[in-house]
C-alpha cells in the first residue's frame, strides 16, 4: 500500500449506521482500498474554500477526503448520499 487511509468524523458514523446496507458498506470499503493505492484517480477536487478536497462517488454515496503528500496519507472526512453530501 502507498497510503495509509483514516476515515473520521462523518465517514467513521457511516459504517455503525444501520440504515445503510453492508452492500453499500462493502462497496465503501473496496473504495477505500483502492485509495490506498491510487488516491486521486478518476477523481475531481471540490471547488471554493474546500479545493484541497477531493470526491469519489461510491454508488448512491459520494466519499470526500483530502490527500496529504509529504505523509503518505488519505483522510476520508465524509461518507453520505450524493444527494444530502453538500
Known amino acids: 500500500m502507498g497510503y495509509r487511509v483514516e476515515v473520521r468524523g462523518g465517514a467513521a458514523r457511516f459504517f455503525k449506521a444501520r440504515r445503510v446496507s453492508y452492500e453499500h458498506k462493502d462497496r465503501v470499503r473496496i473504495v477505500l ?3 490506498a493505492e491510487e ?4 477523481d475531481r477536487h471540490l471547488k471554493g474554500e474546500y479545493y484541497c478536497f477531493w470526491r469519489r462517488r461510491v454508488g448512491d454515496y459520494r466519499m470526500i477526503y483530502k490527500v496529504f503528500e509529504e505523509e503518505k496519507r488519505v483522510v476520508v472526512v465524509e461518507i453520505c ?4 453530501c453538500y
Open 33 to 35: 482500498h483502492e485509495l
Open 39 to 42: 488516491p486521486r484517480r478518476g
Open 81 to 84: 448520499l450524493r444527494s444530502q
